[in-house]
């Protein structure tokens, strides 16, 4: 149970709050080994020392239990057995022990609120009974503390949570507005036989407001056990009408800085052939939340969002395009027999819905976007158990194959007075908050990861968000998420030789030897002033070089990843840059490229030509350095060859210098991990 039924976070593999009973077994099983002497490993034991604390790092601000999974509705942290959790867990540890669980405490003993009968007095039985919230102290304890808690309690200091993130759960939580705010995205292990179909589920609290809720699961003999148990009862993608395949997620980035902070996971096919990448930007006052996905094959998009809306306001505008698609994707078909939807709305592209929920003094302002035509529907279906039925919102998207998404701002503050993009933008990248006393922000991917540009009364302010990964966290990964980087040691003036083919190729639909077998071989060469890049490519077909004037309809991303070419992307200890360099087809008598800087520092621009050679073509790239390389020096390298055949309208592949077997092109465009760059050492 310690090996497998824990995750290394320290959370039961079926959620980190789903029966905790399962930590109680685990508690008798490790205290009588200790008591006989046997001796556990010692990585096992501190999975069992966190998971004291673990359901409390996810724990609602009214101190409820998020309802993951099987989990019973609104579970209350306030009774005895939570108590004891903690308990136990300090009795395990030497001085103060866990200031997690000191904090707890505190709140449990010390709180002001109603004291109810916990039952204790009739009986001193070890069961997980679900009471309601009371103010504990510890008399309250059943008989394991009894015997085994400390005599007297450590000081109880007034420790807040903070932002957490479950890594091997796949749950990253972030706190707000004095721990308030809970916005959540639960993107990870999709659990055993009491998991839900709900991968990149988003979750946001405001003190007792569960506004986006996760409803747990009632009865498990009445027929409303299929409506819980499916997508569409949580605020989760699904496509072409089917539930979530059992798949788990993977997270791309995570970082914390307290006025801004973000997580990024994608879950690959949660239908077959599609893959879903869901990002929450989460500020002082709002959270971004955008939702994209890609394919092979053409798909309807449904999110729903489980906010009961007061208003809903859309701009009356239907253009001709949504005519292809609205009759087929009108209808909302209900296989569950629980829905209650009211007609669609037609919502053209870069058209901003704007939704507002009330409960009682509090009010959630919402805006909506989607980067394809779409319909929005008011549905109602059963709320959470025990609840009366409530409405929501669902925001269909069909699309043909190309990549979307679905971007929304949700504002607890009512700061937020608008939300805008640039549909002239060919990445669509950017979105732009405005504020109701006159500040904006702009909010955008970056190579690096995530960038806020803040503008206040004629100042200018920037926050960096970086903390990608290089893949899956947890004893789940695939082989490729944790394939060590590349590091060289370089002599100046002697090349270093790669050749690119199978295990280097970065996938469409279509494997490397689909593809007809790409190949790239590269020379590597560092001087003190420059680097020194041959490139030859070797492809079946013509080139589909992109013009300067392309336009991409397909994707929000720039045109160039569309084509043949080269990303390539330079790292030394003062920052990055990265460029997209593009032979110019209509100029090969001079051999002249096009290239175009993406991302980071803007460094002299890289000098290239390339001319045509058997079966492809050859390119040479010279890189001017900011500083000079010396011995001992250590810089990055990332290149990335894109491939793509005529006849095709989308890149079907990269050759990427490091490997890359295994992974997908999918939703990438013109960014790369620097922290997965190939690293080299000047060393003469």
Known sequence: HLANGLLADGTWYEGENYHLFAHRGLWYSVAMAEASGVELPRDLLHRFEEGFATPFLSSLPDMTLPSRRDSQYAISLRQPRFAELCELGLARQAGDGDVRLRGALRRLYMDDV?????????????????????????????????????????????????????????????RRA?????????????????????????????????????????SYVDPSLHWYRSTLAHNAPLFNGYQQQRVDGELLAFEEQGNAGWACARAVDLFPGILAMRTLIVTTDYVLDELSWEGSKSAVMDLPIHVDPAAVTVRRFIPNVLTRFYETAASLKDTLGVLNAEQGRALAAYTTARITARDGARVLDAFLIASHPAILYRASAPGAPGKRRTAFILIRVPTAGETAWVRTVLSWSQSVDAVRMNPMNPRGADTTIEHRDGSHERLRHTTNGYCITRVAEGTVSVIHLGGLTSGKQGATAPEFANRPTLFAEMVFGTPLVFDLSRDDYRRSEE??????????????????????????????????????????????????????????????????????????????????????????????????????????????????????????????????????????????????????????????????????????????
Request: aromatic share 6%; proline share 7%.
């Open 114 to 174: 109603p004291r109810r009968d916990t039952g204790r007095a009739q009986s001193t039985a070890d069961v997980e009974r679900n009471l309601a919230g009371t103010h504990l102290t510890r008399a309250d304890l059943g008989w394991r503390s009894l015997l085994f808690a400390r005599p007297r309690l450590p000081s109880l200091p007034a420790a807040t949570l903070g932002s957490v993130l479950l890594d091997a759960q796949g749950l990253a939580v972030f």
């Open 511 to 684: 494997s490397w030897e689909e593809a007809t077998r790409p190949t790239a071989h590269v020379h590597l060469t560092c001087m003190p002033n420059e680097l020194i890049l041959e490139i030859t490519v070797h492809k079946s077909g013509p080139f589909t070089f992109t013009g300067v004037n392309a336009n991409n309809p397909y994707d929000n991303e720039h045109p160039d990843v569309n084509g043949d070419g080269v990303q390539l992307y330079h790292a030394d200890p003062r920052g990055a840059t990265a460029w997209m360099l593009v032979p110019d087809s209509h100029a090969n008598k001079d051999g002249s490229v096009r290239a175009r800087h993406i991302e980071g520092w803007d460094l002299p621009r890289p000098h290239a030509s390339w001319h045509p050679v058997d079966g492809g073509y050859a390119m040479t790239v010279r890189v001017p350095l900011a500083r000079q390389l010396q011995t001992g020096s250590v810089f990055s390298l990332g290149l990335v060859v894109n491939e793509k055949p005529a006849g095709r309208e989308r890149r079907r592949g990269q050759l990427v210098l490091g490997g890359a077997g295994g992974e997908f092109v999918y939703l990438r465009g013109d960014r790369e991990d620097l922290d997965r760059l190939p690293r080299f050492r000047v060393i003469s």
């Open 178 to 218: 004095k721990e308030r705010v809970y916005v959540a995205l639960d993107y990870g292990a999709s659990g055993g036989g009491h998991g839900h179909p709900d991968r990149l589920n988003v979750l946001l609290s405001d003190g007792e407001t569960r506004w986006l809720d996760d409803m747990g699961t009632g």
